[in-house]
């Protein structure tokens, strides 16, 4: 546990109490499951380890790109695609959290896919960064 991840699950625990009435949208594995392991214990969901199922590059962004869709269309969404979850929504987005597709797909923490990610996270606002992870908002 890295001190900007307790930094982040501070910032996380002040605004989102336990995670009460929220999901949580994140590329999995280390940031995001530590952080709402510790800190928000009480949220809705997170997004499943993508890494575990996944053959190819292609595969990679074809589910990085609906994550990131239902996370954008949230607003519009959330009552038919996940009705039995938190109402309000955050996407965790950290360079810990590419790692893994670095080393099983070759896929550089740099790639332009990522830099797509994060320019559609931020249609809606990131209301948090401290240089290692980004929380962002829905529209």
């Known amino acids: 546990f890295y001190p900007f991840e307790a930094d982040a699950g501070q910032f996380l625990a002040s605004t989102y109490r336990r995670g009460q009435d929220l999901t949580v949208f994140n590329l999995s594995f280390e940031s995001g499951s530590k952080l709402t392991y510790y800190y928000l214990q009480d949220m809705a969901i997170k997004a499943p380890p993508l890494y575990t199922t996944l053959k190819n590059t292609q595969g ?3 589910e990085v790109d609906g994550l ?4 954008t269309d949230w607003k519009s ?3 038919t695609l ?6 309000n929504a955050i996407f965790l987005d950290s360079e810990l959290e ?8 070759n896929v550089s923490p ?3 896919g990522w830099m797509a990610l994060r320019e559609q996270l931020s249609r ?5 960064d401290n240089g290692d992870i980004q929380i962002y908002v829905p529209p």
């Not at 990131?68 to 996370?71: D, K, L, Q, V, W």
């Open 60 to 62: 990679l962004w074809t």
């Open 68 to 71: 990131a869709g239902n996370f």
């Open 77 to 79: 969404t959330a009552s």
């Open 82 to 87: 996940y009705p039995n979850f938190g109402g």
């Open 98 to 105: 590419k790692l893994p597709y670095y080393h099983l797909l």
């Open 110 to 112: 740099t790639d332009p």
């Open 124 to 128: 809606g606002g990131r209301v948090y």
